[in-house]
């Protein structure tokens, strides 16, 4: 993740994460990213259903019952694992994890365990009632997609009415107390949305939103030609930059982060150092506190039928499954030869991503699209929109 209210608003100092000495478990959730000994923040693809049909789903989810999904018993073993191992946040995802049986008490679990539980969610299924049962539980926060405005929103998800009532889901969130915010993957179908989104953020008082950038797997596999071009997304990072500030300008500082594409880092750094060079040293020490992408080591994924994943987009390959061995152990066996080599990825990248200067705040950016695209994941990223000149070549 990086922060754009983080680094560009200058929300945050390089000594915030350096007074809790940078440990996982002590760190508040806004500084977890600065971590130093990376431990991972798990998602969890509790279950595999869901009510929409979205174009971009990493797990070809649709509405039917499927079998093979861990039993409560092995969640409950594999959330106990991961609070002993010292994870400190559990993300449930889907599919649509709220609708997943025992998805309360499986939070609830982690709750009582300290870890901080998330969901990813999309939206629909929270009225008052459901809210009310997550308050109990004690959730940590409610993330929500929502991929455009209304009509491409609910193009994208497959189901018209998607986008009132993921709005309403929000909506009932912020009336019941419980964080929220919106997660929205960028992509060609929906990017001219997005000053939209942020008008719909200050509208509704809404306090986070995080913008993913594509990543080629499951249904989203087939959009690599839908993914902005390199100036483009220049462009909407720019925007993202520009409109948070202006918010924050307003007395409206809302957290605004972009996911999946570690280049933004040295991207926002450059435009902080050509306008506010003397704050410039302190974002560049965030971002190598940051340490750029981390799959394999402070990102990790559990499947619903128990396969560990180095991310929750890297599905065609698993160092094991928790079924057989403990989260634990399975994170920590580096004899698998791709999860020793993602510790030391830089020995390992190649082209640009070998030679460039950014490597110890963008780490290589993501293994998976690199793969995706050229069939080797040590690979330059595609997604890659930084030039030669600013990369140092």
Same mark, same amino acid.
């Given at each position: 993740m990086i922060?754009?209210?983080?680094?560009?608003?200058?929300?945050?100092?390089?000594s915030d994460p350096l007074r809790y000495g940078r440990k996982s478990n002590k760190l508040p959730s806004h500084l977890l990213q600065f971590s130093?000994?990376?431990?991972?923040?798990?998602?969890?693809?509790?279950?595999?259903?869901?009510?929409?049909?979205c174009v971009h789903c990493y797990s070809h989810s649709r509405n039917i019952d499927y079998s093979g999904e861990l039993t409560r018993e092995e969640g409950i073993r594999l959330i106990d694992d991961l609070a002993d191992f010292g994870v400190p946040v559990l993300l449930f995802s889907g599919g649509e994890p709220l609708m997943h049986p025992d998805i309360l008490e499986l939070i609830a679990r982690a709750r009582q365990k300290g870890l901080r539980a998330v969901v990813s969610t999309n939206g629909t299924l929270i009225d008052d009632e459901m809210a009310a049962k997550l308050n109990d539980v004690d959730l940590s926060y409610v993330g929500v997609s929502?991929?455009?405005?209304?009509?491409?929103?609910?193009?994208?998800?497959?189901?018209?009415?998607?986008?009132?009532?993921?709005?309403?889901?929000?909506?009932?969130?912020?009336?019941?107390?419980?964080?929220?915010g919106l997660r929205f993957t960028i992509n060609r179908r929906n990017s001219q949305d997005i000053e939209g989104i942020f008008d719909l953020i200050e509208r509704e008082g +809404?306090?986070?939103?995080?913008?993913?950038?594509?990543? @080629?797997?499951?249904?989203?596999?087939?959009?690599? !030609?839908?993914d902005l071009t390199h100036e483009a997304t220049r462009n909407t990072v720019d925007l993202l930059m520009d409109r948070t500030k202006a918010l924050h300008k307003k007395g409206r500082p809302i957290e605004c982060l972009t996911v999946d594409n570690h280049c933004d880092g040295p991207y926002v750094y450059l435009r902080v150092l050509r306008e506010e060079p003397e704050r410039a040293p302190g974002v560049l020490e965030l971002l190598k506190m940051n340490g750029g992408n981390s799959s394999g080591r402070g990102i990790g994924c559990v499947s619903?039928?128990?396969?560990?994943?180095?991310?929750?987009?890297?599905?065609?390959?698993?160092?094991?499954?928790?079924r057989e061995r403990p989260f634990s152990?399975?994170?920590?066996?580096?004899?698998?030869? +791709?999860?020793?080599?993602?510790?030391?990825?830089?020995? @390992?990248?190649?082209?640009?991503?070998?030679?460039? !200067?950014w490597l110890t705040v963008c780490n290589g950016n993501f293994r998976v699209r690199a793969e995706a695209v050229t069939g080797d994941i040590w690979a330059c990223d595609p997604a890659c929109y930084l030039t030669d000149e600013e990369i140092g070549l």
């Open positions: 922060g754009i209210s983080k680094l560009y608003c200058g929300t945050v100092e390089a130093k000994d990376k431990r991972p923040v798990v998602v969890w693809n509790v279950g595999r259903r869901c009510n929409l049909r929502l991929d455009g405005l209304r009509e491409t929103n609910d193009r994208f998800r497959g189901i018209p009415g998607a986008f009132d009532m993921a709005l309403s889901g929000i909506r009932t969130c912020m009336k019941a107390g419980i964080k929220v +809404i306090p986070r939103v995080c913008f993913y950038h594509l990543v @080629y797997a499951g249904r989203g596999s087939k959009l690599v !030609k839908e619903w039928d128990g396969a560990v994943h180095f991310d929750q987009f890297w599905r065609n390959y698993s160092p094991g499954n928790v152990e399975i994170w920590t066996d580096t004899s698998d030869e +791709i999860l020793g080599k993602l510790r030391e990825r830089k020995k @390992y990248l190649k082209g640009r991503c070998a030679a460039c !200067k």
